[in-house]
């Protein structure tokens, strides 16, 4: 399958320079439409040309609609083309003015004086009316998720409508996901190559935050639409050209600081432009360092670096390098429970942080450096033909780090048995009756005694240093870094036949190798003098035959002992992932007089497995002989098997896990004279499962989840928009049914001392809602107001199966049970008392069901606000948000007979709607206001600043996401469960971001 | 020009402004330097204080739990471990005078009190009481089923239990059957010499409708050979129902699981139980088979009570050995 996919790219290079051996035509060609209102004169005729672009980087505008007058007589309305060109012959001599707009950007005035020829005036620019949308992923705190077994991804929304561009930046605080899509659903493309995680799927922002301006020229798609650089899904298309000659051209410096992500930022770019032997090329660094107000303990040490040569070589041929990667440090935030913010006095308190000799030190933080490297290759050997083929490199070293102790008190200060909640609950049905000991833990908590709040690390170092060997201190505590290190080819060719004028082809082919190795290095001994690799989880369980323990067993077989560790050492577990990804996709674009539509279609190849690299001594399989394995210390057969009788491996290749997708969809829409459209799109996906969807528990072994199947995704949305004379609008329905997904969440659960993991499959969603984006010129000149909302009913629509297993051991929890309560739970009818009213059999009488909602995102979301800008640069923005219908991530244990039923197996009323129930975040309003200015000194100098203040009401009560603990609770009569409380993440407080920026 | 020059002298100073605005604890450092150790107490530390001997403590108890101890100080030395499992969530400690158990709650406390060290213990606000004939120093309990609870938590625990000197503590040697029977030498470190294995188990498994079985009762050993039972040790003895004193239609009912197992030694004809926890790391060692068939065997570990029946906690295999 390589091979083939590898020569078809090949003869593809080759063969399309050879094919471009025709001389490209010299007349573009205009594909908008015009509406005469005043018939021209015939004599001393001229015309006026030209492409309408984005300022920011000079990127065609599609569609602008144009007006133009002659006096205050308006001649004739019209749209600019696909590719932003526009072309009014016929036109008697004279002065004009000309008004394009476009959804998204600033409505624009130029003049033309026509003259007897049709005037080139190259390029119109437009300038987006978001001003501050500053957005990337360093707008997202770093959640630390793991050990939840939760994902926080952000997704982010980009766009050029109305509606994007307000609700991709004004929702992002409240890590707004549109339409309740997860991340991996959105496409993300850079200079043609589709960057979606290959183990996750998720977007890998990360990778170019910081450089701002260089990955500031984007084109997105929205919902099915597809792209002119790949097939897309459901959740829109966004690629980042990336290219130096995408680059604002010139020099530009800015300076940003803010109070809710990080301190500072300093950023320089510079961009040639297209210079006249061909050439052009660009840089920009940046670096972002320091913490926040609002969450302490959280902070950047990140820099990043770009820099990108291309070279034209004559009208045909282009051809360019770039590279980029955004190095460095980045302290995580937790989640807490609500127990323990109330305690703090800060629903920002962070407990990943203590002091050491008086600095703060945070013990997880993201350490990176993943550079990208991409070659890309452009014919256009015809006028109407354009192809291109992209070589993308990535690799590096993407590190988490994270506290791991051996037979040690938990250091986490939040760790439920140090709360007053564990020593007292009201309720004497807890079993936790010491009122006492939980005022002692509340004083201390509240006052901070002894640090109670942070990590203790002298604690941690004086364990270490007194812990005597004859090697040395064996270190108790140390900081481990978990490495998820990628190396990732990407081969992309794409092609773009305007065949006529009315249809163009694209397509596409892409091949994708990953192999990314996972394992844990030491970080940092604590002052300890070395570790010992052995699976302390499994050691309680196992003390007596020490094979059993070990991380590597081959090592253990060898020598006879653990090895010890020492700082840099790998050690746990150590795989490989090995993904391979083929694609092709084409889609027909056609367009006749005002109805235009698409049909567009994927096929691709999925492929992968897990390579491991050491033999896990509770997983130990077949030894290089096929033969199975024995302890040498108690003579016990190592080698275990599964229920169908199949080898539990650990060490070497998994079964290879192959896919062949395919995804169709189309489109067809009408524009109407006035600036009215009318368009719709619908579409069939089917997506293979990720890599970290598909093994029970990859880092101990090869078994694959059952049932693993590829997602079924039907999705279709109807959409009218209206943009004319400053008016924007966009009015969108959508109905999306996702069926047969799969997910493995992991966590570490002290109550089987060990990482336990859900995998679920089957899981089915339905998505439905509405979109709008509204921007009216109000009567004042420069003044307007804008809104949007977004409004949808994102549920769940079936009860998946779950399995779960435990990292030490080789027994399986749940065996690919089903989830009874995950898509709803009953409610039971009540009398006045609130006792529940049984019906003439002596049944409960279920009243309806609540259904359960797709978490972490608002289902309701609106913003309206006003904008004003005057001739002189100044703008003003005040705008409202409103949240509500969030919901928090569920966890399938609780939705399980075994937690809702309790110890006692009988599930009352009480306890179904109690432990099934998924928690509503209380609705939030927001205010938001920004005021910027810029000065153009000498029409060379451009210095200006924006200064946006968010959250004004000072809201610190707006939960923007959380998961559910996995744990449960015997209540004192051993009749149910409770649950342990759940962990929140909040929104900041009142902020502010100041930019300063400096262009020439 | 004059004009652009003054506008990048303001942009300099805004951005000087900016840098310094950052405070320097907001650059966290990559190097972090090591901490001071622990603070070790002393004798000093305690100047004006009243010391109470352990002897004088336990003393103290009559026959209800005591919650007004005062202001007192006992200075003690750590003379167990909870490394290998057999304690669980405490720790005893001794003077001249005598041994009790510190109901301490947290784990891994060998982490912090290390065999031999020093520890003075602030006695204002704990409790001393009694659990089946061995008294213990720990929080005043509200569970009216127990005299006193663990201590726990951690503020507790930092203004009642001060870390002073390591050290090192031998065991005291008992070499008559007077010295087990003896209360005084509850709850300390010592070395009972001359015992043989006493051929009798005691230990109580269930089944999973959760009804009892007392192994100790049906057979005398039952099979078990080793100090206590873990799951694996539990799955292996199931394979003869433990010498058969489980019927083999009725072995089903049982899941592995974890069993304190009490092994009878015996000194000149008073009974002496080794009580092992079955989450001891050592719980599924087999004892010796020397001492199986009667060789004489020296034992170093805690001498406690429960109830009439004398008992004895290893801290480790170590205590245990062969006599010459």
Known sequence: ???????????????????????????????????????????????????????????????????????????????????????????????????????????????????????????????????????????????????????????????????????????????????????????????????????????????????????????????????????????????????????????????????????????????????????????????RVGGNDWVEGVYYRSFAYYAGVEKKFGDMHKLGFMTFATPGHRGAQNASTQEVYDLVGSNTYNSNWGYQNGKMRNARVRKTHEPVMLLKYTVKPLENLEATATVLYRTGKNGYTALDWYDSQDPRPDYYRYLPSYFYMDNPDYDRLDASKAGWATEAWRYNINNTQHINWDRLYSI???????????????????????????????????????????????????????????????GGDYYINIDQFAERDYASDPAKIQNDLDHYLLYGSASTLYAGDKYGYDYYANVRKGGIWANGDFKVGSFSGYVAAEGGYTRFWREGLVRKG???????????????????????????????????????????????????????????????????????????????????????IPNLTTTKTFSADLNYTYSNNGYDLRV???????????????????????????????????????????????????????????????????????????????????????????????????DQDGAYLLDDEGNYIVEKDQKHYVPSTPQLAASLGLNYRTPSYWFFELNANYFDKAYLDMNPLYRTSLA???????????????????????????????????????????????????????????????????????????ERYYRFDPKYFYMSGVNYMLNLYFRF | ?????????????????????????????????????????????FDGRDFITIADLKAMYQNSPVTTIGNRIVKAQVVSSDQQGNLYRTMYIQDETGGIELKMGTRNLYNEYKMGQWVYVDCNGLAIGNYRGMIQLGYPSSDPDYETAYIDQQYIIDTHIFRGELGKVEPMVIDAKEGITDAANLGRYV????????????????????????LGDVGETCGITTWAINETGFARYMLTGFDGAVPEDERANYSPAFYSVSQYFNKDGVDLQVRTSGYARFADTAIDEAILVGERVNLTGILTRYNSNNQFLLNDLSGVEIAE
């Open chain 1, 1 to 287: 399958m390589n091979r083939k996919l590898l020569s078809i790219l090949l003869v593809a290079i080759f063969t399309l320079p050879l094919a471009a051996l025709a001389q490209a035509q010299d007349k573009k060609t205009y594909g908008g439409r015009i509406e005469w209102h005043e018939r021209p004169a015939l004599d001393d005729k001229g015309g006026v040309e030209g492409t309408v672009v984005n300022r920011s980087g000079r990127l065609p505008v599609a569609n602008a609609a144009m007006s133009l007058y002659r006096g205050e007589t308006l001649v004739l309305t019209a749209n600019a083309g696909e590719d932003g060109y526009f072309r009014f012959e016929d036109l008697p001599n004279g002065i004009y003015r000309m008004k394009v707009s476009a959804p998204g950007f600033v409505e624009s005035v130029v003049n033309v004086t026509v003259e007897g020829f049709v005037k080139d005036l190259i390029f119109v620019s437009l300038v987006s009316s978001q001003t501050v949308s500053d957005l990337d992923d360093s707008n997202f705190a770093e959640f630390d998720m793991d050990g939840s077994g939760y994902d926080d991804s952000p997704s982010i929304l980009y766009g050029n409508d109305v509606y994007s561009n307000i609700a991709g930046y004004d929702f992002s605080s409240v890590r707004f996901k549109n339409r309740g899509y997860n991340s991996e659903t959105q496409d993300v493309y850079l200079s043609g190559v589709r960057m979606n995680d290959a183990l996750t799927g998720y977007t890998p922002w990360s990778l170019w935050s910081g450089l701002n301006e260089a990955m500031r020229s984007k084109e997105t798609t929205i919902g099915v639409e597809p792209s002119d650089y790949g097939f897309g899904g459901y959740n829109g298309v966004t690629n980042i050209l990336a290219t130096p000659s995408s680059v604002r051209p010139g020099w530009r410096f800015s300076l940003l600081t803010n109070s809710a992500l990080y301190r500072l930022r300093a950023m320089a770019s510079y961009a040639s432009g297209e210079l006249d032997n061909g050439w052009s090329y660009a840089f920009n660094v940046s670096a």
């Open chain 1, 464 to 526: 270490n240093n007194s812990n005597h060997t004859d090697i040395g201190a064996r270190s108790k505590y140390v900081i481990e870094e978990r490495r998820t290190d990628q190396n990732d080819l990407n081969l992309n060719a794409s092609v773009k036949w305007t065949a006529s004028d009315w249809f163009t082809l694209t397509g596409g082919i892409s091949y994708k190798w990953n192999k990314t190795e996972y394992y844990k290095v030491i970080d940092d001994l604590l």
């Open chain 1, 618 to 704: 509770l997983f130990a399989g077949l030894d290089d002989n096929g033969q199975e394995i024995f302890s040498p210390v108690t003579g016990d057969l190592l080698t275990s098997y599964d229920s169908q009788g199949n080898v539990i491996t650990s060490k070497g290749r998994s079964e290879v896990v192959d896919f062949f997708t395919w995804s169709v969809k189309g489109g067809f829409g009408w524009f109407f004279t006035g600036g009215h459209r009318l368009y719709a799109n619908v579409g069939y996906f089917n997506d293979a499962p990720t890599f970290t969807q598909a093994f029970v528990s990859p880092r101990t072994r090869n078994t694959i």
């Open chain 1, 732 to 830: 969108t329905g959508f109905y999306t049914k996702i069926n047969d997904q799969t997910d493995v969440m992991s966590f570490y659960d002290d109550a089987q001392n060990s990482y336990t993991n859900f995998a679920m499959s089957g899981i089915d969603q339905r998505h439905m809602g509405v979109e709008l984006g509204f921007k009216i010129p109000l009567p004042v000149t420069g003044l307007s107001l804008q809104g949007v909302l977004s409004w949808g009913e994102y549920v769940y629509t079936s009860n998946p199966y779950m399995t779960q297993t435990v990292d030490n051991s080789a027994e399986v929890v749940f065996d690919n049970a089903l989830v009874p309560y995950w898509m709803s739970h009953p409610i039971y009818a009540k």
């Open chain 1, 900 to 974: 809702v039923g309790g110890p006692d197996g009988y599930a009352s009323p009480e306890e179904i709607e109690y432990m099934a129930a998924q928690e509503k975040f209380d609705a939030a309003v927001l205010l938001n206001a920004s005021i910027g200015k810029s000065w153009y000194i000498q029409r060379k100098y451009n210095f200006g600043f924006s200064l946006e203040v968010k959250n004004i009401l000072n809201n610190r009560n707006v939960k923007t996401g959380g998961y559910e603990q996995t744990r449960l609770i015997d209540s004192a009569n051993e």
């Open chain 2, 1 to 45: 020009m004059k004009n652009i020059l003054k506008h990048i002298t303001l942009y300099a100073a805004v951005l000087a402004a900016g840098i310094s605005m950052v405070s320097c604890d907001e650059f966290p450092p990559v190097n972090y330097d090591e901490p001071e150790p622990f603070k070790v107490y002393t004798d000093e530390d």
């Open chain 2, 191 to 214: 070395k009972v010499e001359g015992l043989t294995y006493g051929n009798r188990v005691f230990a109580i498994i269930y089944d999973d409708s959760d009804n009892s079985l007392y």
